[in-house]
């Protein structure tokens, strides 16, 4: 029992070495490894980890699977316990939106255009000279595309046409 003890207190104390542990309303940064979205990671029982959950389980106490934790601070990899709350899914994703923290437009990983051919788009659908396919086609991106631009669906920060979440569901 006393091994098992002191071996778990060595993997809280070495947790809490990779954490530059500040004032309570300071942002205490992960000194380990980030994963590719920013976050801090460890290694617990050889199990890979968010270390702000890990931070929230040692001073709270277990939490369940589906809950995401909402950083109060918007800096992914702090795990100050005090800038972590409870939510879910959808508590996560309105939080990303409400605090501009989703990327936009070419910052989005699948963009096929950029902001000066959005520009573009917009000048031509506002003309209303060429169908939207034939803008599409000029610009190498589906009718689809163009419709979600003409309406707001997306690049709404480059042509003033935005859509608030309730509206895009």
Do not use: M
């Amino acid at each position: 029992k006393c091994e098992g003890l002191a071996k778990r207190n060595a993997t809280i104390d070495r947790f809490w070495d990779s954490v530059a542990v500040r004032s309570p309303d300071e942002c205490w940064p992960w000194k380990g490894h980030l994963t590719t979205w920013g976050y801090g990671e460890c290694t617990i029982n050889g199990k890979h980890e968010r270390a702000h959950r890990r931070a929230y389980v040692l001073t709270h106490g277990p939490i369940p699977e589906d809950v995401c934790f909402l950083h109060s601070c918007d800096f992914r990899p702090c795990c100050n316990p005090n800038h972590l709350r409870k939510g879910d899914r959808a508590d996560n994703a309105t939080d990303r939106i409400e605090r501009y923290r989703s990327p936009k437009g070419a910052r989005v990983g699948f963009s096929k255009l950029n902001e000066q051919e959005v520009r573009e788009i917009w000048a031509l659908i506002q003309e209303e000279t060429l169908t939207l396919t034939k803008i599409g086609a000029r610009y190498g991106c589906t009718k689809s595309a163009v419709i979600h631009i003409k309406l707001g669906n997306t690049w709404g920060h480059i042509t003033g046409i935005t859509q608030s979440p309730a509206s895009s569901k």
